[in-house]
């Protein structure tokens, strides 16, 4: 069964890094471009930018271009999420998805991020 | 940066009834590359229809997706329980990829 596995929720102060990882099973990782996507709290779905594990190829979205980093290891076939310094504005759950003829066409089960002093 | 429209925000029916939601994009969407999604409270989104009309496995004959250009349509046929949920459109031939901000089928 082909899954994403997402790591646990966090709690933070602004200021703090992170990282979040998404594991992809049951799947050649290397063959199919991963996305991550933001739902803020009550709000919809923003795609911040998407990678191709093979060769690590990445594509921000200009809203979250120099605010997040999108990396991959695939010798563990496992995608990241990483901040340098959080806001209380990052409060959001964030998702991996696999793509699969261009859309998403599996989702991990999402990671809660909570920023808060 | 493609934006998507979607109406109406929210959409009161009865199990049964037919549901017809709209996305409209503010430029043609390239090769038709767009999808329908279904989030329900608490969990993560799931693919509906991809290239505009193309079922996803497991998706249920009562989703239909149509369309071409810069308007495009989700129709859920006859609406069982657990169709009420919160639908999002998503085009994927530009980027950045954009959704609409989707729209709210809830029991009348």
């Known amino acids: 069964e082909v899954q994403l596995v997402q790591s646990g929720a966090e709690v933070k102060k602004p200021g703090e890094s992170l990282k979040i990882s998404c594991e992809g099973i049951?799947?050649?990782?290397?063959?199919?471009?991963m996305g991550w996507v933001r739902q803020m709290p009550g709000k919809g779905l923003e795609c911040m930018g998407i990678?191709?594990?093979?060769?690590?190829?990445?594509r921000y979205s200009p809203s979250f271009q120099g605010q997040v980093t999108i990396s991959a290891d695939k010798t563990i076939t496992t995608a990241y999420l990483q901040w340098s310094s959080l806001k209380a504005s990052d409060t959001a759950m964030y998702y991996c998805?696999?793509?699969?003829?261009?859309?998403?066409?599996?989702w991990g089960q999402g990671t809660m991020v909570t920023v808060s002093s | 940066e493609i934006v998507l429209t979607q109406s109406p925000g929210t959409l009161s029916l009865s199990p049964g009834e037919r549901a017809t939601l709209s996305c409209r994009a503010s430029q043609s969407v390239s090769s038709n590359y767009l999808a329908w999604y279904q989030q329900k409270p608490g969990q993560a989104p799931r693919l509906l229809i991809y290239?505009?009309?193309s079922r996803a496995t497991g998706i249920s004959d009562r989703f239909s997706g149509s369309g071409s250009g810069t308007d495009f349509t989700l129709t859920i046929s006859r609406l069982e329980p657990e169709d009420f949920a919160v639908y999002y459109c998503?085009?994927?031939?530009?980027?950045?990829?954009?959704f609409g901000q989707g729209t709210k089928v809830e029991i009348k």
């Open positions: 998805a696999k793509i699969r003829s261009g859309a998403f066409d599996i």
């Open positions: 049951g799947y050649t990782f290397t063959n199919y471009w």
């Open positions: 998503q085009q994927y031939g530009s980027s950045p990829r954009t």
């Open positions: 290239g505009a009309s």
């Open positions: 990678i191709y594990p093979g060769d690590s190829d990445t």
